[in-house]
């Protein structure tokens, strides 16, 4: 089963006539041209496009992301994905319990402190769920593959309502 969208448009408005040296009311060569290409798609039986039939049913879905953004809903954040699939169909994932999170490296011996800087942090900020030490790359720089101590903050995805 295939769908079509029609392209539906109000009739062309009326051009506005101009009044030339010798008394008529005559549209310009651009006004009738731009009338006679409205009037050409106004009537063209091709501005229709059909979409490809949804699967009755399936499991994983794979898809190009095209853009993306953050979209809160009665206190609630989400990121939404939009893209199309192969065979043309346009996707919108919205991606629920997503936890927005950073990284910063920390000195050696951080972690002794951890639960104090973690419980400051919640005191002085709004949204800090948690912070954690964790090994990683830093993308800064040649490294030669040598892990360093990074802080990764998890901040709620949650707003007031």
Known sequence: MSHSI??????????KKLKLPN?????????RELLDITQAVHDSTDQTWDRPPLPS??????????????????GNTYAR??????????????????IHYFYCPVP?????NLTEFTNYLKATFDGIERVEITSKESIWGYSNNIKTHFSKYLRKT????
């Open 6 to 15: 029609p392209i539906t448009s109000s009739p062309p408005p009326a051009l």
């Open 23 to 31: 008394g008529s009311e005559e549209p310009s060569e651009f006004e």
């Open 57 to 74: 049913s399936f499991e994983d879905i794979s898809f190009q992301q095209l853009d993306a953004e953050e979209y809160h809903d009665r």
């Open 81 to 98: 994905f939009f893209g199309i699939t192969q065979e043309g169909h346009s996707v919108l994932c919205n991606v629920t319990g997503f």
């Open 108 to 112: 050696k011996g951080f972690e002794e």
């Open 158 to 161: 949650t707003y007031p309502k």
